[in-house]
Every structure is written in C-alpha cells, then in structure tokens.
C-alpha cells in the first residue's frame, strides 16, 4: 500500500462524515427497498401491503439471503 492509503481520513472528509451521520436518518431495513429501489414517490392506499418488490425483500430480509450492503 501507499503512504496516503495508510493515513487517517482528511479533515474535510472527517467533518462530512461527522454532518452526514447527524443530518441523514437510518432507514429501517423493511422500508429500504421501497426508499432507494422504487421508482414511486408514494405508495396509493393499499399498495404498500401488496406490493410484490416489498414483499420478496422481506421474504429475503426474513430468510437470510439478503448480503450485508444489502441489510445495512
């Protein structure tokens, strides 16, 4: 490795990371799917529990087969 790889963060980017964990919310695994994979903004009434994409990554979620960038 080099040296710059070996080094701790910069200040900038320590200061971001800072911001970003106090300003950004986790997003519940459950609802993840549906936040960055769905092209909706808004499920209509009634959707969201029959939603085919939601279920299967719940199905996935429950049985383990999801990989862990997945479920963080």
């Known amino acids: 490795?080099?040296?710059?790889?070996?080094?701790?963060?910069?200040?900038?980017?320590?200061?971001?990371?800072?911001?970003?964990?106090?300003w950004v919310a986790?997003?519940?695994d459950e609802v993840s799917c549906c936040e960055f994979d769905c092209r909706k903004t808004e499920c209509a009434q009634g959707d969201w529990e029959t939603c085919p994409m939601r279920l299967d990554y719940a199905r996935r979620l429950r049985d383990g087969h999801?990989?862990?960038?997945?479920?963080s």
């Open 1 to 22: 490795m080099n040296e710059a790889s070996e080094k701790k963060p910069g200040f900038l980017r320590r200061i971001g990371s800072s911001l970003s964990r106090r």
């Open 26 to 28: 986790r997003v519940p």
């Open 66 to 71: 999801c990989s862990e960038r997945e479920q």
